[in-house]
Structure formats: structure tokens, C-alpha cells
């Protein structure tokens, strides 16, 4: 029997009823409320992940120290604003490097000089970096080989400064986003209790885990060609006492910690390779020795 009624072709579904436009509005709302919501925790994660970058980028760097102790008869490569070296030159005599076995040097106009410290690490990380003459070292410092290797990615411009200065002569600027410990690595002004410089020599370190050799930072109040290098003013510095008694004050330190970076806080390696990140208070600092931790 034929039914007409219950035909395939006559039955009609109904449509599916449409989204209003008030409802409409308030998906669109929700899912912006949950993008407000989720977009700043992005952001940390993200701000985070440049952090664990730039700290894995430090180890890098204290790894390739420790194959400069082992490839210069145990020591680390020289850095600072050097005093007191022997004859009034930055040579390997002036440094008490006789036999320029302890130091990584190059030509500068006929004379051996001590090699930028970016320079002296990446050549222990295996970059190529001519050093028979001013120029051609020069050239190398602006490659991007050498360049990444001292680079933080939270750095929103990266600064070129020196790491090496003596008398009458200073180091071609190099790039880094980061600083080094001239109580470590300077030949510093003797002081009374002390009868040499340690220059590098990490068999003398008191206490390695106390003393930093690398840290977040830029060009000395964070103007280009300025210092690389953390200075001491007598044998008990930290970090916190470079901020408390440094001569220009204060304000020019901080521009050298380059606090605002990684959210006030600072990544830091130490002489015994481990890092961290503490934050950038007067308790934080303390914990980071200049020359505290060096002789006692």
C-alpha cells in the first residue's frame, strides 16, 4: 500500500536555529575575556624561555673558561682595566705571562696584546678567529659566529664595549650581553694584604661557588664602548657593594646590571660552572662575589 504522507521526498526537516546577534556578542566577548586572560601568562612563558636562553648561554661561556684552564696552565682568560703591570706595558711580560702560555693573545701593530675576552672564550668554543693583526681580529668581531655566542635574546640592542685596557691602549670593541669579574680576571691595584693579582689563576679562589666570573650586563652605564667588566674597590666586593660604592653614583652601576632585562632579575655563572638567576635586590646582589670569595 502506498502512504503519500511518509514519502522520503515530501518530509522536511527542520532548520537549525541561527545564533542572535546577542549571542553572537557574547561568544565574541568570552573569547576575547579568555585572550586577555591567556596572552600575558604567553608572554611570560615566552619572557621565561629567553631567561633559561640567555643562562644557557652563560654555561656555554663558563664552559668554554674552564677549556682556557685547561689549554693555559690553569688559568682563565685576562680581562679588565689592568694596574700595576710590570715595565708599563699590556704584554705578556706586563702581565708576568713571560712565555705567553697562560694568556690568549694577538698582534697589534707588532705587539702581542691581550685578546678581547669574547674573543679568547670562542676560540675554546671552536669559532675561527684571525689574530695576526688589529684588523683582521676586528672583522671577526663583527661576524655573527663570534657575535651569538655573546648574545642574549632579551637584549633589545645589543652594545658593543672593551674588555681590555692599559696604558695608552685599549682592545677593538666587541659585542656582548654580558660582563665579567675584573677582581677574577684584572691585574687590579695590589692591595695591602695582598702581594699579587690573581689574574685568572683559578687554583687561587678561595671559594669558587661564591665568586662570579660572568653575569647579565652591558658597556659600563650602559653606554656603547664603555668597560665590560665588574671592578672591585677592595678585597670583600659583591655585586651590592659595586652599586653601593661605585664613584659615578648609583644610577650609572644600575645601567650596567641592566636590571629591567629579565623582570629585575640577573643570571649569573660562577668560577665552579654552576648558574643562576637570583633577583636583583640588595640580598640577591650580596650573594654575588666580586672579590668576596676570592681570598677568604
Not at 712565555?99 to 669574547?118: K, S, V
Not at 681590555?164 to 692591595?191: D, H, T
Not at 666586593?237 to 650609572?252: A, R
Not at 646590571?257 to 633577583?279: A, K, Q, S, W
Amino acid at each position: 500500500m502506498c502512504h503519500p504522507a511518509s514519502s522520503h521526498s515530501e518530509q522536511r526537516r527542520p532548520f537549525a536555529a541561527a545564533f542572535s546577534l546577542v549571542e553572537l556578542l557574547v561568544v565574541i566577548g568570552i573569547i576575547g575575556l579568555l585572550i586577555a586572560i591567556l596572552l600575558p601568562t604567553l608572554s611570560g612563558a615566552r619572557a621565561r624561555a629567553r631567561q633559561l636562553k640567555c643562562l644557557a648561554t652563560l654555561r656555554g661561556i663558563s664552559q668554554a673558561a674552564e677549556l682556557h684552564v685547561l689549554n693555559h696552565n690553569g688559568y682563565l682568560p685576562a680581562a679588565g682595566h689592568h694596574w700595576n703591570l710590570i715595565g708599563d706595558e699590556l704584554t705578556p711580560k706586563g702581565l708576568g705571562d713571560d712565555a705567553a702560555r697562560r694568556y690568549t693573545y694577538y698582534t697589534d701593530d707588532g705587539i702581542q696584546r691581550p685578546a678581547p675576552i669574547t674573543v679568547a672564550l670562542a676560540l675554546q668554543m671552536g669559532v675561527d678567529v684571525s689574530r695576526e693583526s688589529r684588523a683582521a681580529l676586528e672583522a671577526d668581531l663583527n661576524r655573527a659566529a663570534l657575535r651569538d655566542r655573546f648574545q642574549c635574546p632579551s637584549q633589545i640592542e645589543p652594545m658593543r664595549g672593551i674588555s681590555q685596557i692599559g696604558p695608552g691602549w685599549v682592545s677593538p670593541k666587541e659585542y656582548s650581553s654580558y660582563v665579567f669579574n675584573e677582581a677574577l680576571l684584572g691585574r687590579r691595584e695590589f692591595l695591602p694584604t695582598r702581594s699579587e693579582p690573581i689574574l685568572g689563576n683559578v687554583a687561587k679562589v678561595k671559594h669558587p661557588t661564591q665568586v662570579f666570573l660572568a653575569a647579565d650586563g652591558r658597556p659600563r652605564g650602559g653606554l656603547e664602548g664603555e668597560v665590560l667588566v665588574i671592578s672591585n674597590m677592595d678585597d670583600h666586593d659583591t655585586l651590592s657593594s659595586f652599586v653601593e660604592h661605585i664613584y659615578w653614583g648609583p644610577e650609572f652601576a644600575r645601567g650596567h646590571l641592566d636590571y629591567p632585562r629579565h623582570g629585575y632579575r640577573i643570571n649569573v655563572v660562577f668560577v665552579d660552572g654552576h648558574g643562576e638567576t637570583l633577583y636583583m635586590t640588595d640580598g640577591g646582589l650580596r650573594a654575588i662575589g666580586v672579590s668576596q670569595g676570592i681570598y677568604d
